[in-house]
Structure formats: structure tokens, C-alpha cells
């Protein structure tokens, strides 16, 4: 028999990690009561690649471990290993030997567990099981695997919401709820359990005599403060326990206003009197509830108000209503590509209503719109369908070839026109491009014939920077006008690509220029060179190369659908059976990416591109780590399949 | 020596059954001392501590006992031991606030002679390591003479001693600086993290991790045997 107290502190020591923080106490102490621990100073070596497998996976309860793999006489680093990551799984599953080396970076406590007790545990809980199938594959550095694996993983701690459906409604207001059950603040707390029980509500306001609102009681007082509390309080009035004073407001509140209010105050309940204060008669109450699931709180609401709006300032209010759109569904955890279709629309909508005020606009300047047609064309990460955040706008204007003679005013017509555009998409919270590629520039304003030109050569004369700096380009989508340009332009691409296979090796080289690191130590970034960096580029480090991939890749199976990156990866899975998996693998990798720049970019008001690692807890980092060899995956499958003279670093 | 005498004649009372059967086991494994070339590696090694209801040897009992084993430097969870001594006069005394067991738990635990047999039944001849172990091997002794006329006969290990001796050298008076070498100060010292403090088995397990960090700095001295290790 083991002792207790030291299966319990090892026990509580293993809860902090995954797999074990989400398993039932009960088997983190079976598990616990099997551990032998180790110490090891730095230097000594735990096992070597070609080692016999031990009967035990490890994992790193203070310290740090460096895996590594030994390639012609040189050390290749693998993986650093720190507090809370587990390595040598092998065991658990089998084989023979270990593939990799395992050596202590510093001084380190080991908790070796023994691989039958693993087994048992894999058995007996789906998370544990997809979590180690996970490590497994890391291990055996097969990495197709362990990121669907993960994923699951992810949505079973994060369970995922059902997608909303885009339903018209008229209203914006959110209405409180009227039949409101109230009671006097010295009523027994055991009396106003009973009511609650009674009319089955999660909280009861407090009201005196002439229907003031005094206070509420919710759930979570009844728990924290009566439950809590020894002797016997039931008998006490429930004033002794109510959170008050309760925040109160007037009614016709928009959706938009709750959320701000909620945001801002950090509270679940508002009440609504007769003048917004305390000191008249209530009216009704608005929880959390009735705001998120408010039919106020609609994307199409959102959508038919920027339709509506006649100014080009309502479009900048309603954007940022979109935004706060976004954070609810951020918050509870919506699927990311239901989301980016939603932004995706709305973005969409509040450009179409620029381009509609800036033609009304320049008409009244006395500039008519001569009679050929034009396409407006997003870019980039907007033209991927991919802007959450108000990042930069990237933008570009197509029109028709114009007769002979007309060129110069049909030019100077839809530079204008640009102008005006963009300068209303700035008005609306869209920064302006720094590099200029927006409607507005001379260069970006032309005709399908200068259009198909300058694809032409930048596919038929790559060159490798002209060609980095042109890849938002191929991103480009139609927005408003006539698709049909777009359409021909696309076809004029594919032409051009059918005469010159080498602009895809060149396409493809570009793909490949940031290798992915490993993953993290602590706060820092682990690279392949063995450096480490304590900032994280989500854009250019991870998001990019998966970009870059899946446009490659399309063009080269020359697709002409106007598709994110994600659906991009979903449509190659179906193209190229040979890479369904890691094409799956990829699009769950670049929605997490998506996901986690969007937190942060709401997180610190910013574009999100630039991560601190220390604010990642475990399970994003491991995260991280899966979609970082998910892309090293990717990236190797384009050598290979490209046939690129790619040497690693 | 001495021992052996001791041992051979408290095992002809085995003989004539006079002894239960654990402590009879116990003596027989300990006729024989580990060899002094035994490599360190090979040597079980078992950490343990335990709360009195005082400090004075002769009247104050031991109210539990913690311990757990440690073997080529692998502190093993599975191989620990734990055990609630009941002690029916335990009075309203400082101590047992300062374990923090309720004179309840006192009151549920096992008699003497079934705690300190199943002591012996898992320690058998290992290594016995605690944290100024002289204190904590006079108490258990006090308990196996009263009851069976035997005492412990494994070789002892006192984690203060050794890491005054690896830190400062074999001669150094440990009576100047008595403070340096408490548990808490060495855990701090070498970066263990202190929790579960005052009950037997807590500090047995940050016992065997400061042993198992001097285990380490041992080997950098050149000490890789019991006889270099025990100084004998």
C-alpha cells in the first residue's frame, strides 16, 4: 500500500498537464500511485536513439529535455521538452527501440510512468487516448495523424457551439424579460431557495416595498455565500446575502449597447427601470442569456442596417457592432469558418455601400460613370475571405478594355472612383495599405488587357521578390461590379501558367521560405538552428507557409473558385487523394491559427499578428506544436512534389 | 559486531516462538551487512520520517510514520509507506496542532506493535535515510525495545550530516550553523519545492528528494559504494 499524502501530491503535481488535468481525480491517483520519479543533472543522457524501449513514457516535471536525432555523426534537435510534456511513448505502443536520443538540458525531476499503467488509462478514457496518439505520432516522427487527433482533443475540452443560422429579423432592441419573480429583502434565504427551486430560475431580484430594485440572488450566491458558510444561515433574510446594489438601465437597449455594457461592466444581470435608476419602479431584467441569444444579435441585422445606412458613418458603426459580433462568438467558442463567412459578408456589404456612395458621390462632382463595366477586386487576406480583424485593406479595380480614345477618362473615372472608395473603407476602420496596393494607385486601376499583362509577367518572368510581394494578387476576388471580368482575368492567369510550368516552381520556392519552428520552451521559440526567439510572428511564422501552400497548390490544379485557405485545403483533400490527410490536417491547422490570432488580435487591439508566448497556457502551445509539424509536413510534401533543390536552413 | 550478537540472540527467542514473525524476519535480513563494494546503484534505499508528540525521546510517543524507497535514483511512489499510530493519552500538546492530525486520526490509527512490525516488514535490511535521523531512529528504537526488547540495525544515512559533509567537507562543525541544515533551508538550497510540511509522510518525500539530489552531488565526490557512501 502506497502511501496517501505522497500519491496525492504527485497526483496534484501531474493534474496541472494534459492528459491528466481532465481526467477523474480517482485516475490521476491510480496513475500517481504508480510513478517512479528521477532526478537528472544536466548533461546525463535518459535514453539513446537505438536504446532498447523502456517499460515507461516520461514526463518533465521541472527542468528541461532536449530530444535529438543523430544523422551522419550530427545532432539534429528534435524537440525541447519542458515542464509538463511528455516523451518516450514509444513504449506505450510498441516497437523496439527509440528513434531519438533523450538528454537533460538542465537539471530536471522526471516522473517515469509505467507503459502498461498508460495502456490501461488509454483504454479506459477517449481523451487520454487521442492525446497519446497524438505524442505517438510526434514520436515516431509520422506526423500525418496527430493533429486530427489533437484537434478532437480540442473540441472536447472546448465544446464547440452549433453554428447560428442567418435569420431576418427586424429588431435590434433586446427586450427584457417583463414577468420578472421579486421577493422582500427579509424574507428567509431558505424561502427564496424555495421560490427559485419552485419557478425553476437561476436568480431572483430583491425588491422593496414600492417595487425598487434592492439587489439579486443567483445561483452563485446561494453557492458561494449560504453552501459555503457554516451554522445555520438559512434562517437568516435573504438582504444578508443579495449582490447589490444591481446595475440598472433604461429600456431600448440595442444589442450592441448590452454587449459594450456587459464587456465593460463585467456583470451577468441588468435591470430595467422606469427612469434607469435605482429609485424607480422595476420594469424588467436582461441577463446575459437573453443578450447572447437575443435574435437582435444577428449578422443580418447587421447586414440589412449597413444596406440601409445613407451615410458613410453608419458603416463604421455598424462595423464595429460586427466586431462585437465577433467577440461574442469568439468567446463562445464558434466554429471559425462560420465566422469568417460572417465577417466575410460583412465586409463585403460595407464595401459594396462605399462603392454605391462614391459613385452617388462623384456624380454629384459632375463625374458620371461611362458605360464600361469594372470589377472591384479585394486582395490578400480579404480576398481569401480571411479579414476578421480590420487589418489593412487590399484592394484593386478591373474594367472593361474601353474603346479606342476613351482610355484616358475612362482611366481617370475609375482612379477616382478608387479614391473615393478607399477613403470611405479608411472612415470605416480599414487602415489604408502602406505598400499602396488599393484601387486608388494608378497601377492598380486598369483595364482587363493591362490586367492579364502584368500576370503575364510575373508568371512568364518570375522573379523571385517582384513574385513575393505579387502573391496577394492571386488572391484577388470580385466584390462588387462585373464578375465576369474576374472570371476572364482568372482565365487569362490559367493561360498564361499553361506556357510557363517554371512561375510554379518559383511559386513554390516562396511557399517554402519560412520553415516552421519546433515549438515552444517556455517563453521562448524553439527553432530548428537550436535559437530561441520570445516573439511569435502567427502571421509570417505559421499562417503564411499554409497560405502560400494552399495557393500553390490550387493554381497548380488550376481551380478557378474564389476560396479561402481553408476551403482551399478542403478542396485539394478531394483533388489529390494521396494528400487527403495532411490537407485536412492543414485546414484544422490554419482555423486554430485563425482563431488564436483572432483572440489575440481582440485581446490587445491589434491585427493579433504578434503572439507573447508566455500567454499561451499548455494546451496552445501543444497545439502549436502539432500545427508546427503539420507545416513542416506540408512543406516537405511541396519540395517533394515541386521538386525544389531545397536545402533545410 | 555488536549487533550480530544482539541479532543472534534475540533470533533464539525466534526459536522458541517468544518473537512475532515480522520481527523474526526482520533480524534474519539483517544478520549480514551490506557490503561495502554493493555499488550505490544496487542499494535500496528507504527515506523516512516521523511525528512524535514531542521531542523528548523517553516519554513522547510516535503518533505516524512516513516513507517511501528509493533505488538507482528513482524515487518510487508505488514502494511507499504510511502508517497512523493510535496513542490513546495524546493530550491537548503542541505537537499535534503542529501536525496537524486531529487527536481523532490519532484515535484511528493502528496499535504500536502493529505499526512499527509493518515498518520492519518494509524497510527489511535497506538503507535508512531521514533528516537528522538520529532523532527519528532513537524514537522507533524506544517503541521496539519497549515492546519486543529489539532495536533497528540497518546502516543509517542522516541527510543534514551528508550534506554538511558534501558541502563543507567531513569535519565541519554543524553544531555552529544548525540552521542551515534544517529541511527547509536545504530544500531551498538545492530547488525542491516545499509542500505537505509536518506530516510524516510529506517530509519523507521532500527528504528522499533532497537525498536523491545529494545522491547526485555524492557521485561528483567520488563516493559510488555503500562503503564510501556510509564511511565505513
Known sequence: ?649 | MIDRIIIEARLFRCKKNALPESICRYLHLNRKKIPAKTPLADIRFVVFDTETTGFDIKHDKIISIGAVSLKAQRIDVSDSFEVLVRQDNVGARDAVSVHGLLRKDIATGVDERTAVTGFLDYIGNSVLVAQHAGFDIAMVNNLLGRHFGVRLFNDVIDTASLAKRLEKGPYYNLAHKAGEYKLDALCERYNIRLHDRHTSAGDAYLTAQLYQRLLAKSRLSGIENAGTLLMK
Open chain 1, 1 to 649: 500500500m502506497a502511501s496517501n499524502t505522497i500519491v496525492e501530491r504527485v497526483a496534484a503535481d501531474l493534474s496541472n498537464y494534459p492528459p491528466f488535468d481532465v481526467l477523474e481525480p480517482a485516475a490521476v491517483q491510480d496513475i500517481a500511485s504508480s510513478i517512479a520519479i528521477h532526478y537528472h543533472e544536466e548533461g546525463e543522457m535518459i535514453f539513446r536513439k537505438g536504446d532498447t524501449l523502456r517499460e515507461a513514457a516520461f514526463m518533465v516535471m521541472k527542468g528541461a529535455v532536449r530530444l535529438f536525432d543523430s544523422i551522419d555523426g550530427q545532432e539534429v534537435l528534435v524537440d525541447l521538452c519542458d515542464e509538463g510534456d511528455i516523451f518516450g511513448v514509444r513504449a506505450i505502443f510498441g516497437g523496439s527501440i527509440y528513434m531519438l536520443s533523450a538528454q537533460v538540458a538542465e537539471e530536471s525531476l522526471i516522473y517515469e510512468m509505467p507503459a502498461e499503467k498508460v495502456r490501461a488509462l488509454i483504454a479506459a478514457s477517449n481523451a487520454v487516448s487521442m492525446f497519446f496518439a497524438g505524442e505517438f505520432a510526434k514520436s515516431m516522427q509520422v506526423m500525418e495523424r496527430s493533429l486530427t487527433n489533437a484537434f478532437d482533443q480540442h473540441k472536447l475540452r472546448y465544446s464547440e457551439q452549433s453554428c447560428r443560422s442567418f435569420l431576418e429579423h427586424e429588431t435590434l432592441e433586446v427586450k427584457p424579460v417583463t414577468s420578472v419573480i421579486t421577493c422582500a429583502p427579509d424574507i428567509s434565504i431558505l424561502d427564496a431557495a424555495k421560490i427559485m427551486s419552485d419557478c425553476n430560475i437561476g436568480s431572483i431580484l430583491v425588491v422593496s416595498r414600492n417595487n425598487h430594485p434592492l439587489g439579486i440572488i443567483t445561483d452563485t450566491d446561494l453557492r458561494k455565500k449560504v453552501v459555503a458558510q457554516p451554522g445555520a444561515v438559512n434562517e437568516r433574510p435573504v438582504r444578508d446575502i443579495m449582490s447589490s446594489p444591481i446595475y440598472t438601465i433604461t429600456g431600448n437597449k440595442t444589442v450592441a449597447d448590452m454587449v459594450m455594457l456587459m464587456v465593460k461592466t463585467k456583470l451577468r444581470h441588468f435591470c430595467v427601470t422606469e427612469d434607469g435608476t435605482p429609485d424607480s419602479a422595476l420594469v424588467g431584467i436582461i441577463s446575459e442569456h437573453d443578450i447572447i441569444t437575443s435574435e437582435g444579435n444577428n449578422p443580418a441585422v447587421i447586414m440589412k442596417e449597413i444596406m440601409a445606412s445613407e451615410q458613410v458613418g453608419q458603416l463604421k458603426v455598424e462595423r464595429d457592432k460586427a466586431e462585437n459580433l465577433l467577440r461574442i462568438y469568439i468567446r463562445q467558442d464558434v466554429a471559425v469558418h462560420f465566422i469568417s463567412n460572417i465577417i466575410t459578408e460583412i465586409n463585403d456589404a460595407v464595401i459594396v455601400k462605399a462603392i454605391r456612395f462614391s459613385i452617388a458621390a462623384l456624380e454629384l462632382e459632375g463625374m458620371r460613370m461611362p458605360g464600361i463595366p469594372f470589377c472591384w477586386l479585394s486582395l490578400g487576406s480579404e480576398g481569401r475571405k480571411e479579414q476578421l480583424l480590420r487589418t489593412d485593406q487590399d484592394n484593386a479595380l478591373l474594367y472593361a478594355d474601353p474603346p479606342s480614345g476613351r482610355e484616358k477618362e475612362t482611366h481617370a473615372y475609375f482612379v477616382a472612383l478608387g479614391r473615393k472608395v478607399t477613403g470611405m473603407l479608411e472612415q470605416s476602420g480599414f487602415v489604408l495599405c502602406p505598400a499602396e496596393v488599393m484601387a486608388s494607385n494608378d497601377e492598380w486601376c486598369q483595364p482587363i488587357s493591362v490586367w492579364i499583362g502584368y500576370f503575364s509577367r510575373w508568371i512568364l518572368t518570375p522573379e523571385p521578390k517582384a513574385l513575393m510581394n505579387a502573391t496577394i494578387f492571386f488572391d484577388f476576388r470580385p466584390v462588387y461590379g462585373d464578375t465576369t471580368l474576374a472570371a476572364e482575368l482568372k482565365k487569362g492567369i490559367f493561360e498564361e501558367m499553361s506556357r510557363g510550368r517554371g512561375f510554379l516552381e518559383f511559386f513554390a520556392k516562396n511557399a517554402l521560405q519560412n520553415p516552421p519552428p519546433l515549438g515552444f520552451f517556455r517563453n521562448f521559440l524553439v527553432e530548428k538552428s537550436r535559437d530561441h526567439a520570445n516573439e511569435f510572428d502567427i502571421k509570417s511564422r505559421a499562417m503564411m507557409p499554409l497560405s502560400d501552400a494552399a495557393r500553390l497548390l490550387i493554381y497548380e490544379q488550376k481551380i478557378p473558385d474564389y476560396l479561402s485557405t481553408v476551403e482551399r485545403f478542403q478542396k485539394l483533400a478531394d483533388l489529390l487523394p494521396a494528400e487527403k490527410d495532411l490537407c485536412l490536417e492543414a485546414a484544422a491547422a490554419y482555423e486554430f491559427l485563425m482563431r488564436l490570432r483572432v483572440v489575440n488580435g481582440l485581446e490587445q487591439g491589434g491585427s493579433g499578428r504578434y503572439i507573447k508566448p508566455e500567454s499561451l497556457n499548455k494546451i496552445d502551445r501543444q497545439m502549436l506544436r502539432n500545427v508546427f509539424s503539420t507545416i513542416g509536413q506540408v512543406q516537405k510534401t511541396l519540395n517533394m512534389r515541386f521538386q525544389l533543390d531545397y536545402i533545410r536552413d
